[in-house]
């Protein structure tokens, strides 16, 4: 339905920022959809990090004031602009797209999202 391919992930240092993307690619039977991020690490669950819904943006306490989701529909990209990385933040960054949503709450796990892209690994150095 809705194809994802994320790309920017990289080996920074505490404090550094970093610009994730997401190429969506959408077929023509595919429905209205919101998109996000999440994040995992070894052992864990996936976790939600942000998303865009309508024109609301949702962010997890964790990175509330220093994440920024956006789009650039031009170009079928969505974008995960990461400042003041912490070590904490390490991680395989996911982006993901689902039908547009009525509650954030019920769209914070990662299994109620449809499509996903296969990951981009970011490192945090202390």
């Known amino acids: 339905q809705v194809q994802l391919v994320e790309s920017g992930g990289a080996l920074v240092q505490a404090g550094d920022s970093l610009r994730l993307s997401c190429a969506v690619s959408v077929r023509t039977s595919a429905y209205d959809y919101a998109v996000g991020w999440f994040r995992q690490t070894p052992g864990k669950d996936r976790e939600f990090v942000a998303a865009?819904?309508?024109?609301?943006?949702f962010y997890a306490d964790s990175v509330k004031g220093r994440f920024t989701i956006s789009t650039d529909n031009s170009k079928n990209t969505v974008y995960l602009r990461m400042n003041s990385l912490k070590p904490e933040d390490t991680a395989l960054y996911y982006c993901?797209?689902?039908?547009?949503?009525?509650?954030?709450?019920?769209?914070?796990?990662?299994?109620?999202?449809?499509?996903w892209g296969q990951g981009t690994q970011v490192t945090v150095s202390s």
């Open positions: 993901a797209a689902t039908p547009l949503f009525s509650d954030i709450y019920n769209n914070l796990r990662a299994t109620s999202w449809a499509d």
């Open positions: 865009l819904n309508w024109n609301d943006r």
